[in-house]
């Protein structure tokens, strides 16, 4: 009976969490939809003041930064980004996740994943299935690489993909290195000499 109340009133709270995740989740994609660079811009000033942490204060330390074109991203998905960008796979939102915190195969640690949100539910997929390939039977052995729909922006579905922070690494490595043996079609060369001259 106690378990029985102690799996209700858990329940009753991961439901909590789940809505203020999805209000959290409209706000963002309001956001996105007013312009990319003013929706993340306009989320990094509300981080900064603690405004929408509609869960109370984060007790982990965010983590550390770098700037891509201007954008900041997590300083461990700089490479893996810029490589997906090079390839025309865009991205809108990412985080490198807590290698300490996540375990494999556990749906209740998702949040400590390494985390890509992609513009199309199409790039996430050609991410998902490159990925699974670069890996090999690797790919399995840490929860594997997860898609997921999300609600759509200007009539895109939109999909997030998770795997484990611990392949971070060999996942940046790969799809760096695949990223150079990708021919680059003539006319993004001309239009670089083009804007040389």
Request: glycine share 8%.
């Amino acid at each position: 009976m106690i378990r029985d109340l102690l799996g209700e009133w858990l329940g009753y709270w991961r439901f909590k969490r789940q809505l203020a995740e999805m209000q959290r989740s409209q706000f963002a994609r309001d956001q996105f939809k007013q312009g990319y660079r003013v929706g993340y811009f306009k989320g990094r000033d509300d981080e900064k003041v603690g405004a929408f942490n509609i869960l109370g204060p984060d007790p982990d330390p965010p983590h550390p930064q770098v700037e891509i074109e201007g954008i900041e991203v997590d300083e461990g998905m700089r490479d893996l980004l810029e490589a997906l960008w090079k390839l025309g796979l865009w991205t809108q939102f990412s985080c490198q996740g807590d290698p300490e915190k996540f375990a494999p195969f556990q749906s209740y640690n998702r949040d400590y994943a390494a985390q890509i949100v992609f513009d199309t539910f199409d790039e996430a997929v050609k991410f998902t299935r490159k990925t699974a390939e670069l890996l090999g039977p690797k790919n399995y052995t840490e929860g594997g690489v997860v898609i997921q729909t999300m609600a759509p922006t200007d009539e895109a579905v939109r999909a997030e993909v998770t795997f484990s922070p611990v392949l971070l690494p060999e996942i940046t490595q790969h799809w760096v290195e695949f990223e150079k043996t990708v021919p680059r079609e003539p006319a993004e060369d001309a239009a670089e000499v083009s804007n040389a001259s």
